[in-house]
């Protein structure tokens, strides 16, 4: 057997392929695992797996091919150092199985090709040996796969971390409270049909045996806008359409709600209800699920849906203005639901949604609201009432995920791994609050970014000793500052607007920003650009440069989302509810606190400046996701977006930091094992320090000393054209190593092989000569005993049967029975039959017998139910006519035919006068009359209750099958009958002589329709019929040369017929 390695260009896993047995994939003990640096050979086709190794590291373009070349081969994740990139693919790569994650599980990170698995695992591994907390920062745009990411990252824990002395339940918590939050805080977008629109930051607790045992959520700015509006081909939260979906029809009843999501002024604005590639209603049972598994109470569930259904009703409260222009309620069905889901009094939250409270020198004032006000404290109230109760979700969720191992204090029984999925920095066409808060968030996360990168890459060189050389790099402290500085940042001077006296506007917040920070580098408004910068700056616009590019910002609205005002009147209100979730919500202690409560911007900045702190008090790592093309085509690669991307998410300039110093560490231990085989000295083994052999080694390759350094644990090497030169002399060593232990394996394989396989011929050489002399001799001697047996049973072949005969006639009997399979007769009507031997004849009759009767079964199978109605009426007219009328037998080969004439033939006026009896059965007649004898045209059709006989358009004569008393025929040639029917019957002229063309089937399927086959009479002769009352009619019917009908002299009816067929 020749061994043969083959290595897998992508530097997925090595291959041991035997030519007589499927390939195996080589994992763990099995097989060998590959370096990243395997995949180095195939790097003109697939790229690198660590941006690092770029050689023109500084080349946005060589950046994306290298992201191109790796996408095209569905290789999605590539490192940046210790940072992973990830392309969504927008198909199932099935690359997260349990097989997967068994092979990344407990691997070091650069012993297998780029994965989120890996980084998963790294993480884990440093958190439970290091016991120092871990975060993982997960950030891309819209539709680049975050939340996917985020999920796997879950699943990948609760699948390979021992489960919790307590259960489950903690692991079954994390994975459910991603479908409640996913369908409380996203929806579709544009970008994305499962958007997240809010900011998460998980924290996983995890025992000192490594268990998740708790966790914990914070939630950021939350687009509670997408309440009350929704843009074109945009949808609002998942939760409002899977719980119209998907809901039971009582629970709909009982939330006052119909299935269609037309009715709902909030969930129409976006013209999108139905989206094909979500299933609302199968999603909702996931939810209903989840909701269960993270402790809700049943009460609890229909609170919330109580909640969510009084937003669906809020958007559909209407306002009228009376005489003096005040807006009142018009809508008293909806204000009934939402009085009863909200448990708050009906009259007063009529007075709340069309009047303002105004305090004014301690004295309460109601002012009445106009339309345009009353549609803003309606909206306010629902975009209120939805962002507390998520609020509220994301702390019962906490409950629910909180730690409840209370025997030791958290701080020294578990770690924390925090999970991080935030908006990637955000440009459209138009900008708003919501993309300011946004960028800045990006913009901050940005800075600890570099700042943490620049912090462990300092703190690698001085644990290896290696002098630092400092690294020019873009600091955005100064666009973080104008943000957020005090007195001078955007957000105090927003803050400051929305706060004083007087007339503030957005137009008036531009101003003042024009006036306070005019002078900074990185702002620009259309007042202080030249003149070729404000063709593309609005008036009411200021534009920011960002780390990541520029950004133009319109001011409308920023005031309102920043003050985020709801009217005290509806505060009080809602804090009046007897809901216990919405008195959660609303608290009383907000109407007595005198304090103005801070706005949106400063709400954001601290909870940021919160999560960075949080983010610096833990060892980072990052996921960086990228979204290929904005249609979610697989295999589809946008470079202008990739592009736009790579700047926004700072990739390039992480890869300079990177890439500041040396390209390429390893562990000499590693180094030296993979490229030992290069240097004479070192191959095969090394018997001192790791150390030393690795400088024997790169002196033997002649590394330069501007090339490498040499650190206490690591060799560092500068240059990527260094690193692949070494991986591509290896690959041209392997080749040679790998045919002197191909040559080497041969040999002794193969002489092993002879040996035994000489060992073996012995042994069976002398086994099979003894075996095929026995089975020769028990051969003959069974022939010769058969031979005597037959001649003796021969001999006694007549003699009764006995011993001495048996085996003879046994074996007669069954030579018989084999010759009779092939000579059994083909069809019906073959009568042949073998002769049987005399003891088999009664045997043999009983076969022929079966055999007869089962050729009839086969044969009446086998014909159609028309051919079955065919030899059905062929039998009944050979039971009428056979041997009884000349004509006869030339009609048996003529197949009868379902009519005469057709649908067209038959005057409409006859199928309207026949009603709904259909016909089954028309034949063109000659009708001869009762007097003269004149013969006329006419049409014979049968029903299923009469004969009906038509001229033209109207019916001349109908015989109902009770008074059809016989039909008469002639047995001669002729085609004439007679139909009689009873004297008795006054609307009958007389019995009816006719003449068709096809008499014998014509009377058959008459005689069928009638039940009359006993009642057709065949006479010779003559034949009398009822001419008339009181007067009869006589046919004479003589045999001739030729067919001939007259009226004779003596007044009958005379018939010459020639004679076909004597009888």
């Known amino acids: ?93 099935q690359i997260y199985s349990q097989q997967h994650m068994e092979r990344y599980r407990g691997v070091s990170f650069y012993k297998v090709p780029p994965h989120l698995f890996a980084v998963a695992d790294t993480v884990y591994r440093a958190l439970r040996t290091e016991r120092r907390d871990q975060a993982v920062m997960i950030s891309g745009e819209s539709g680049a796969g975050k939340t996917e990411a985020t999920k796997r990252l879950l699943q990948f824990y609760a699948e390979t971390c021992p489960a919790p002395e307590r259960g489950g339940a903690v692991r079954d918590r994390l994975l459910q409270s991603n479908p409640v939050l996913e369908a409380f805080g996203n929806a579709k977008t544009l970008r994305n049909d499962n958007s997240s629109r809010f900011g998460k930051y998980m924290d996983v607790q995890f025992d000192f045996k490594g268990a998740p045992v708790g966790g914990h959520i914070l939630s950021y700015l939350l687009e509670k806008s997408r309440v009350v509006h929704q843009n074109h081909g945009e949808r609002n939260f998942h939760v409002f359409y899977q719980l119209l979906e998907g809901g039971e029809e009582e629970m709909l009843r009982r939330l006052g709600l119909e299935r269609n ?91 709340a949604l069309t009047h303002r409270k105004i305090i004014a020198k301690g004295e309460e004032l109601l002012s009445p609201l106009n339309l345009e006000q009353a549609a803003y404290a309606r909206d306010a109230l629902a975009k209120a009432v939805y962002s507390r109760t998520f609020t509220w979700l994301v702390g019962k969720i906490n409950r629910s995920l909180a730690s409840k191992d209370a025997e030791s204090p958290s701080w020294r029984s578990t770690t924390v791994l925090g999970l991080l999925d935030i908006y990637g920095f955000e440009v459209f066409q138009h900008n708003s609050f919501e993309q300011f808060c946004i960028n800045y968030c990006n913009e901050k996360l940005q800075q600890l970014f570099i700042e943490l990168t620049l912090k462990s890459e300092q703190e690698e060189y001085e644990a290896e000793g290696i002098a630092w050389e400092p690294v020019q790099y873009f600091n955005n402290k100064i666009i973080c500052d104008l943000v957020e500085e005090k007195f001078k940042g955007i957000i105090s001077i927003l803050d400051e607007e929305c706060l004083r006296p007087g007339e503030a506007t957005d137009l008036t917040f531009l101003e003042k920003l024009e006036d306070t920070i005019k002078y900074h580098p990185h702002f620009l408004t259309h007042k202080l650009a030249d003149q070729p910068t404000r063709k593309s700056l609005g008036r009411g616009e200021f534009r920011l440069l960002h780390y990541a590019g520029e950004v133009t910002y319109s001011v409308t609205g920023f005031l309102d989302k920043n003050n985020d005002l709801l009217f005290r009147n509806l505060k009080e209100t809602m804090c009046s509810s007897q809901n216990p979730i919405m008195s959660q919500c609303f608290d009383r202690s907000e109407l007595s606190d005198k304090k103005r409560p801070e706005t949106v911007a400063t709400q954001f900045k601290m909870s940021l400046l919160q999560l960075v ?25 946008d470079e202008v977006l990739i592009r736009h991307q790579v700047k926004y998410l700072g990739l390039m300039e992480n890869l300079r930091v990177r890439r500041a110093g040396f390209a390429y560490r390893r562990k000499y231990e590693a180094f030296l094992q993979r490229y030992k085989s290069l240097c004479p000295e070192t191959w095969p083994t090394w018997s001192g320090r790791p150390q030393d052999g690795v400088a024997v080694l790169i002196r033997h390759l002649g590394y330069k000393p501007e090339e490498y350094k040499m650190g206490r644990t690591k060799i560092f090497i500068r240059f990527p054209k260094t690193l692949f030169a070494t991986e591509d002399a290896l690959e041209v060593r392997r080749q040679s190593l790998a045919t002197k232990i191909q040559a080497a394996w041969r040999g002794f394989h193969w002489r092993q092989k002879f040996l035994g396989v000489k060992r073996s011929a012995i042994c069976i050489q002398s086994w099979w000569r003894g075996t095929l002399g026995r089975r020769r001799a028990a051969k003959r001697k069974w022939a010769a005993q058969t031979i005597r047996r037959l001649i003796r049973g021969f001999i006694l072949r007549h003699a009764p049967h006995c011993p001495e005969n048996a085996f003879f006639l046994d074996h007669v009997r069954t030579s018989f029975l084999l010759n009779l399979r092939q000579q059994l007769p083909r069809n019906i009507l073959d009568t042949s039959w073998p002769t049987p031997p005399p003891a088999l004849r009664e045997a043999s009759e009983l076969l022929r017998e079966l055999c007869v009767k089962n050729m009839v079964w086969k044969y009446c199978r086998s014909i159609s139910p028309e051919w079955k109605q065919q030899l059905q009426q062929k039998a009944v007219a050979s039971e009428i006519f056979k041997g009884k009328k000349d004509n006869y037998p030339q009609s048996v080969p003529r197949l009868f035919i379902s009519t005469r004439l057709g649908a067209d033939e038959i005057n409409p006026r006859v199928l309207q006068a026949l009603g709904s009896e259909p016909i089954q059965y028309a034949v063109p007649v000659v009708k001869y009359d009762r007097k003269g004898y004149k013969p006329r045209s006419r049409q014979l059709l049968l029903t299923p209750n009469a004969v009906v006989i038509v001229e033209d358009a109207k019916v001349k004569q109908r015989i109902d099958y009770a008074n059809l008393t016989g039909i008469s025929v002639s047995s001669l040639s002729d085609s004439l009958f007679v139909l009689h029917v009873q004297r008795e019957d006054n609307k009958q002229k007389g019995d009816v002589v006719l003449q068709s063309d096809h008499v014998i089937e014509t009377l058959t399927k008459m005689a069928l329709s009638a039940d009359c086959v006993n009642n057709i009479n065949i006479n010779q002769g003559s034949i009398t019929f009822a001419g008339g009352p009181g007067r009869d009619g006589i046919i004479d019917f003589t045999p001739g040369s030729e067919l001939l009908i007259t009226k004779a002299k003596n007044g009958h009816l005379a018939v010459v017929a020639p004679r076909l067929n004597s009888r």
Request: hydrophobic share 40%; net charge neutral.
């Open 1 to 93: 057997m020749a061994l043969q390695v083959e290595l897998i260009p992508t530097g997925e896993i090595i291959r041991v392929v035997h030519p007589h047995r499927p390939c195996k994939l080589a994992l763990g003990s099995d097989g060998v695992r590959v370096t990243m640096e395997s995949a180095l050979t195939a790097r003109d086709r697939v790229g690198v797996q660590d941006f690092v190794l770029l050689e023109n590291f500084t080349s946005e373009a060589a950046f994306i091919e290298n992201l191109r070349r790796r996408f095209r081969e569905n290789l999605i994740y590539t490192y940046i150092g210790p940072v992973l990139v990830s392309v969504n693919p927008y198909r199932d790569l």
């Open 261 to 351: 999501p037309q009715s709902y002024l909030y969930l129409v604005k976006g013209q999108c209800a139905k989206v094909s590639s979500i299933n609302d209603k199968s999603d909702w049972k996931v939810v209903r699920k989840a909701l269960t598994v993270i402790d809700f109470t049943e009460d609890e569930v229909e609170d919330l849906l109580s909640i969510v259904a009084s937003v669906l009703h809020l958007g559909n409260i209407h306002f009228a203005a009376d005489e003096e222009s005040n807006a009142q309620v018009t809508t008293e069905n909806q204000l009934k639901y939402l009085t009863r889901l909200l448990g708050v009094e009906g009259s007063t939250l009529r007075e």
């Open 613 to 637: 702190e949080i983010l610096k008090s833990k060892e980072p790592a990052y996921i960086r996701c990228i979204k290929p093309n904005d249609s979610k085509q697989p295999g589809r690669f």
